[in-house]
């Protein structure tokens, strides 16, 4: 176990360098889920058994198709997608979003949903008039009350006044736009054609429309400067926008910004610079910090974000009884957590990452799983933990009503190297991550699973066939926030 020496030396050995961001995904990183034959019935027994446990579903439901880019996949995106080409392949996939929902309808049926998010791929690329289909597809397995969140994530350029009210008429009540960058120069380099008048235009549709909507923004892109940067964050939030991610660009993989474009994006230190400099503009326009990189503006009446805001807190007190909140991501490359109980721990898994593969599981009568990962007492509570530092504090009582364990006491060291630093306060009822803490917090929650995961290399065994972008899936994901292997929780990428 790292004593605070250790820890303080392993923060400092790594704090340069460019962060691999962890929003979404959780603990383990889904390269460490390696279960080939996931049995999707012994998953539902046990949440089932979970008779102390009452269950809700976080739905989310994934489409697979982006628009062509050059260079691919914007440049820098590590999660599956499919090139999307026409409105037949839209069609084909929403009649196998049917026979997946209907391979789940006996064992998920009837369950109480708590909040729907339609996510990528690129999920406002179907025509108007298959909104409605898609809201069908879900009903088709779940009663969908009404006034739940319903939210759907999209590109500018794929958005329309027409699309935004059909999307609003069959009952999609919250739109995340991934906007990546509004200065229509720097958005060449990720090839997309898109403009910063079409995001106006989208933000405007939503206003008349009465549709709550989030905006995602990127710093640490290629070439950008803090000025360029802060242009952009004082045009949306002059737009008018109530909610803004405002999120680290992640670059890793075989992606043309890791391989051909690293010269120009800016350090870590610059990176950390313009997060100061982005947070401190934010606060100082009355929105306040909800996560690393979401920001609400005070002023506004709250809006629920209620899809991400369950998956940071999957167990909750209900009137003395423990309500869990599973995720069933639905579709293409979608990532389930069927967590169980924080006794009895259950699984993630991660669907097909390759749309023929998904068909053809679905052909042969098959639940369309990849590979996944069964949950150790250890490793749900580093995954609880992991989410709930998302919302930058942790609850000490609530962890042990949870676990029987003090958090703090469990991972002694790393927190007081944080104190130490000036990226946590603790005290008798909350952990509280402040300061540089949060632009921080992949490597925070590096050094908190550290003994888990190096135990977790020694024993690993190389997965069965490797497969290319497969440690997206997710959000989770995503993760949506936004810049991870994606859960269910994705952003448009």
């Known amino acids: 176990m790292l004593d605070v020496t250790a820890v303080r030396a392993y923060i400092d050995k790594r704090r340069g360098r460019r962060q691999s961001n962890k929003v979404l995904h959780g603990h383990p990183s889904p390269v460490f889920w390696l279960e080939r ?12 058994s979970a008779a102390a446990v009452r269950k809700r579903i976080n739905l989310y439901v994934g ?21 999307y080409r026409d409105r037949h392949q839209l069609d084909r996939y929403l009649d196998y979003l049917r026979r997946e929902g209907d391979l789940f309808r006996p064992y998920l049926g ?49 958005f329309s006044h027409e699309k935004l009210a059909a999307m609003k008429a069959c009952g999609i009540n919250r739109i995340s736009m991934g906007v990546q960058q509004l200065d229509d120069e720097m958005i060449r380099l990720s090839g997309r054609h898109q403009t910063a008048e079409q995001v106006y ?13 989030s905006l995602d923004l990127i710093f640490g892109w290629p070439n950008q400067t803090t000025d360029r940067m802060l242009r952009d964050l004082e045009a949306v939030v002059d737009a008018g926008v109530t909610h803004i991610t405002h999120y680290e660009l992640n670059v890793a993989g075989r992606t043309d910004f890791s391989r051909h474009r690293r010269h120009e994006l800016p350090s870590t230190e610059q990176n950390l610079e313009m997060y100061r400099t ?8 009355g929105f306040t910090q909800a996560t690393p990189y979401d920001f609400e503006h005070t002023g506004t009446l709250p809006s629920s974000y209620l ?86 504090s942790v609850d000490r009582r609530r962890y042990a009503s949870l676990f029987g364990r003090d958090v703090r006491e469990e991972h002694r060291a790393v927190w007081e190297a944080l104190v130490a630093l000036e990226w946590a306060a603790v005290d008798d009822s909350v952990i509280t991550i402040q300061g540089d803490g949060a632009f921080y917090l992949p490597l925070i929650q590096d050094a908190l699973a550290h003994d888990r995961l190096e135990a977790m290399r020694r024993g690993r065994a190389p997965a069965a066939s490797a497969t290319p972008r497969a440690g997206a899936g997710a959000m989770v994901g995503g993760t949506k926030s936004s810049t991870t292997a994606r859960m269910p929780a994705a952003r448009a990428s």
């Open 307 to 392: 899809y991400e805001e369950l998956f940071r807190r999957p167990f909750q007190d209900a009137g003395g009884q423990l309500l869990g909140h599973d995720a069933w991501g639905w579709g293409f490359a979608g990532v389930s957590f069927f967590f169980g109980s924080p006794q009895f721990p259950g699984w993630a898994y991660l669907n097909q990452v390759r749309v023929d593969d998904y068909f053809r599981d679905l052909d042969a009568g098959r639940f369309p799983v990849l590979r996944g990962f069964h949950y150790s007492e250890t490793d749900l509570r580093l995954h609880l933990l992991f989410q709930e530092l998302q919302g930058l």
């Open 110 to 158: 009837g369950s109480d949903l708590a909040s729907i998010y339609f996510g990528g791929g690129t999920s406002n690329l179907y025509r108007a008039d298959q909104y409605a289909v898609l809201m069908d597809v879900v009903r088709g397995v779940f009663d969908v009350p009404a006034g739940i969140e319903v939210t759907l994530e999209g590109i500018p350029q794929t």
């Open 63 to 83: 489409t697979p198709y982006c628009l062509p880019t050059e260079p691919d996949r914007c440049g820098f995106c590590l999660f599956p997608s499919e090139v």
């Open 278 to 285: 982005g947070r401190d503009f934010l606060l100082s326009r």
């Open 37 to 48: 034959d996931v049995s999707i019935p012994d998953v539902m027994t046990r949440r089932e």
């Open 201 to 213: 235009r989208t933000i405007e549709s939503c206003r008349a429309l009465g549709l709550p909507l």
